[in-house]
């Protein structure tokens, strides 16, 4: 596509309840990067894709969180019973192949009550 | 581990004043630099990418600058505008954090007519 195209946008949900947040890059990115953004903080890194693997998972903040690439493509990021501190915007990126810029997309906003 | 400061953290200016933003890496084996603009609610804006080997690019109003050897870089914005009023953001690409952003807290910039 044209754009990095996140979704869904806007997301409210329940503490303890699961959520999943997708990322669809622009055709052709081989580097996907998903970051959360907190009110009040700056960009955390949580976890790179290069293809469907994931050489760096490090930013990721508990076992709750996980994230997987499929045919290179679509990734979903999921987080389980989730907590109120989940709440954050989070923003995905991908890139042609790493060192050569970011697309980022318009995030998705979660919010935990 | 690499760390990105921008300074100031907001500024106020009047329209039509040129003005500069200012960036700072401690790890100056970077690939490249990228500057972002993000508004309120929304994903960020890709505006200007310096690769390590560049000094500056340039778009429209906006320059920006790269000194590798002493971990800066500067935004200009000329004549500026109240649309210009947003967060400026700042990201190497490299390091000790290759494959993934390191993000600035921010330049919040506001343009009063």
């Known amino acids: 596509g044209a754009g990095v195209s996140q979704s869904p946008s806007n997301k409210v949900t329940e503490k303890g309840k699961d959520v999943e947040l997708r990322c669809d890059p622009i055709s052709g990115h081989t580097a996907l990067y998903w970051y959360r953004q907190s009110l009040g903080q700056g960009l955390e890194f949580l976890i790179y894709f290069q293809g469907n693997s994931a050489p760096d998972k490090s930013g990721l903040p508990s076992d709750r969180f996980s994230a997987e690439r499929t045919g290179g493509s679509v990734s979903t990021l999921t987080i389980q019973r989730t907590q109120q501190e989940d709440s954050a915007v989070y923003l995905c990126a991908s890139s042609y192949r790493t060192g050569t810029g970011y697309t980022f997309g318009s995030g998705t906003r979660l919010t935990v009550v | 581990k690499q760390e990105v400061t921008q300074i100031p953290a907001a500024l106020s200016v009047p329209e039509g004043e040129n003005l500069v933003l200012n960036c700072s890496f401690t790890d100056s084996a970077i690939y490249n630099l990228q500057w972002f603009r993000q508004d309120p609610g929304k994903g960020l804006t890709s505006l200007l990418l310096i690769q390590s080997s560049q000094r500056e690019q340039t778009s429209g109003r906006l320059n920006a600058s790269l000194d590798k050897s002493s971990g800066r870089s500067t935004l200009y914005i000329a004549a500026s505008q109240p649309g210009d009023s947003a967060t400026y953001l700042c990201?190497?690409?490299?390091?000790?954090?290759?494959?993934?952003?390191?993000f600035g807290q921010g330049t919040i910039l506001t343009v009063h007519p």
């Open positions: 990201a190497v690409d490299g390091g000790t954090s290759y494959g993934k952003l390191t």
